[in-house]
């Protein structure tokens, strides 16, 4: 047996030799790196039990780099390495659990030996705690096959004391799902009333939070993928099955599990207050929208600015902000009922959805009361602060239409709080100017195509590692008579709500390739062109012919063209959308899932369906730079995607900083307007030959 693993990253040259010199002369094999990005390669292909890194120094290693490792690496141990005395270090609790001990530096070679000794007893320690979980479990086998179920089951008696129930069908598994929990479900893939990966798709849904693992005969690596992609955490063919290969199956399972439900819940909530994100409350008020409709039930969105926010980071510094947000945020929850939702929308921004209101129920009752509860002094280490806030108010039905012309209600409201003086609340119901704006849009929308005030813009996607463009995505513009542009998060809704945009699509598509078509013939064909699908036109009929027309018509090769679906268009008709995507895919063209990460869908459909590239959504870019938690779930985004095989692109990358932060995770491309703004055909064009 080799010496245990340990890797050193730091970038002191002193202290890094005389820590790996330290770690051999007490049995440790020791690598050392002087870089974050050369740690995780390192992991990537290495064999560690503890990692030593310095806790406080930024750009090398730090707390962000040991926080992403924590998330990357769940079962790694670490030894942290502070300045100074080692006692009242602060721990994150990501890495509570991780951090066997703190040495402070200079280091001794004694303190530094007994520390490794330390920290490779509490690994060994976190390894046998995840082992007796595996011991204690309920496993659910649903295996008709009486022989390998007592073959099953016998392994299991001989690795360790799980509670095992078994069941000969589906429907019979389900039956016991709907009334019972457990810790693993082992299924076999041919049943009795299940085929193919029916079981995993008709289980998985009734016990989400269980790993799967798929138990077969059947020794396909095509199926294996498909069965990952549906949700199984593991694939185990029954001739290839041994006790321990059954028992490491299980608790490898059982981490995958783990990483995958974290990275749901960090992509429905805001990571610094805990309360809901902005994904999560459209999400809510969707719902709640179509309850109160059917219902006649009426509801209130309440928009939360604090006043004058940017003072307090400016002055007392980001931890005291933090700080500041965290208390408000739970003030505003203790002012709310448990049925009600409370969101955090980015910055100091938050959002309340007060549900099932009565006619006599008055969301400004609520409003004050949140008003006067954010107004009492919060006590900080440097003092006292005190601040107040801006609340809009839009209620339904008084305010009507979609979720966001109710959103746009509610930050209107609070936009004329703030007129107001501040500190106070103002409610609105419809909103007039938005709504003659409304129509004044929709009414020269309708023949906006025929009048040729409809183009198309091109923006670069570029490669990371050689900064080439590799494709343009089409983004749709639109000028009204006098050269004014609206913006397009205006007019596309109005589209959709009209009907027009399937129309407007096919026109998008069909001058996109021809496009493409053009660059190619000049002689520029390694580039592709991609295309923006709305969900109204993916619904449709003739999705499908129109890519075939237009392939052929412009003599394209499938793979220059690129369809984006957003999440939306995944959340409809399972089988209807799989159909659709698998002829789609069968045609050659390749298909992205455009601002990933920005509904409750993600993870979940990402793995339902075979797609071939994910867009990270810029409101995770946006960030990245100065937020450590939107930066560690762009991390695990980009490595999802790529355990997943798919190219990962991060979009709205504006700063140097951002480009910088996508290099190092490793993603593949980029677009936003630091690498190239959206420009007219000519004009790429003119670049392209410059």
């Known amino acids: 047996m080799g010496l245990p693993g340990v890797l050193l990253v730091d970038s002191d040259d002193r202290l890094h030799r005389m820590c790996a010199t330290a ?45 992403e ?19 009242d270090v602060p721990r994150s609790h990501e890495l509570d659990t991780a951090i066997a001990t703190v040495v402070g530096t200079p280091v001794e070679s004694e303190i530094f030996g007994a520390a490794l ?102 020794d396909d690596e ?88 940017k003072a307090i980071n400016d002055d007392l510094g980001h931890d005291a902000g933090d700080a500041v947000l965290i208390e408000i945020s739970a003030r505003i929850c203790a002012c709310v009922r448990t049925s009600d939702m409370v969101a955090r929308l980015g910055g100091d921004e ?47 039905p008084d305010a009507a239409g979609s979720v966001d012309d109710i959103l746009k209600a509610a930050d209107t409201a609070m936009y004329a709080a703030k007129r107001s003086g501040r500190n106070n609340i103002q409610i609105v119901g419809e909103v007039a100017a938005e709504d003659r704006d409304r129509v004044s849009l929709t009414h020269g929308l309708q023949h906006a195509l025929e009048r040729g005030e409809l183009s198309l813009h091109f923006q670069p996607q570029l490669t990371l590692d050689r900064h080439r463009v590799v494709g343009y995505e089409a983004l749709l513009r639109w000028y009204r008579p006098g050269g004014v542009m609206v913006p397009p998060a205006e007019f596309i809704p109005l589209l959709e709500d009209s009907g027009r945009i399937v129309a407007v699509g096919e ?31 993916f619904e449709g009929t003739g999705l499908i012919d129109t890519v075939g027309d237009c392939l052929r018509r412009y003599d394209l090769p499938p793979p220059c063209l690129e369809l984006e679906l957003t999440e939306t268009v995944l959340m409809g008709d399972t089988s ?49 730079h100065v937020d450590r938690e939107r930066a560690l779930i762009t991390s695990a985004i980009i490595t999802l995607g790529h355990h997943l095989g798919l190219e990962v692109v991060a979009e709205g990358v504006e700063l140097a900083e951002q480009l910088a932060f996508v290099t190092s995770a490793r993603c593949d491309l980029a677009q ?5 703004r959206p420009a007219r055909a000519e004009h790429v064009t003119a670049a392209l030959c410059s």
């Open 23 to 67: 770690a051999r002369i007490h049995g440790f094999d020791a690598d050392v790196v002087t870089t974050a990005a050369a740690g995780f390669e390192r992991m990537a292909h290495g064999s560690y039990s503890v990692v030593v890194a310095d806790l406080e120094q930024p750009g090398v290693a730090g707390r962000s780099f040991l926080e």
């Open 69 to 87: 490792l924590c998330d990357r690496y769940p079962g790694i141990t670490i030894v942290a390495l502070v300045r100074g005395s080692a006692i």
């Open 117 to 218: 000794h330390d920290a490779l007893d509490h690994h060994h320690r976190r390894v046998r705690r995840k082992l007796d979980a595996v011991d204690h479990s309920t496993i659910l086998l649903v295996e008709d096959s009486d022989g390998d179920a007592l073959l099953v089951v016998e392994y299991l008696s001989e690795i360790c004391g799980a509670r095992v129930t078994r069941a000969t069908r589906v429907e019979d598994a389900a039956q016991i799902l709907r009334g019972v929990s457990y810790d693993f479900v082992i299924t076999d893939l041919t049943l009795p009333d299940a085929c193919g990966l029916d079981a995993v798709r008709r289980l998985q849904p009734l016990a989400p939070n269980a790993p799967f693992i798929v138990l077969t005969g059947i």
């Open 222 to 309: 095509d199926i294996a993928i498909r069965a990952m992609q549906q949700g199984a955490q593991d694939y185990l063919v029954k001739g290839q099955l041994d006790a321990p290969t059954l028992r490491r199956t299980l608790r490898h399972a059982a981490e995958r599990k783990r990483v995958y439900n974290r990275l749901v819940h960090l992509s429905r909530h805001d990571p610094l207050t805990g309360v809901g994100n902005r994904a999560a409350l459209r999400d809510r008020i969707e719902t709640t929208l179509a309850r109160a409709r059917r219902r006649e039930l009426g509801f209130a969105v309440l928009f939360i600015d604090l006043d004058r926010f």
């Open 350 to 396: 938050f959002a309340v959805l007060l549900d099932e209101l009565q006619p006599t129920d008055h969301p400004l009752d609520v409003g004050r009361r949140i008003l006067r509860s954010i107004e009492r002094p919060i006590m900080l280490q440097g003092g006292e602060v005190v601040v107040t806030a801006s609340i809009g108010v839009a209620r339904y």
């Open 507 to 537: 026109w998008v598509l069909a001058r996109a390739c021809e496009q493409l078509a053009i660059w190619r013939a000049s002689g520029y064909r390694d580039i592709r062109v991609a295309v923006n699908v709305s969900a109204r036109q």
């Open 576 to 624: 209807h959308v799989k159909g659709i995507l698998d002829v789609l895919r069968r045609l050659g063209v390749r298909i992205a899932i455009d601002d990933f990460g920005t509904g409750y869908s993600s993870l979940a459909y990402l793995s339902r369906f075979a797609v071939d590239c994910l867009k990270i959504d810029r409101s995770f870019i946006d960030q990245v």
């Open 672 to 676: 936003g307007y630091l690498l190239g």
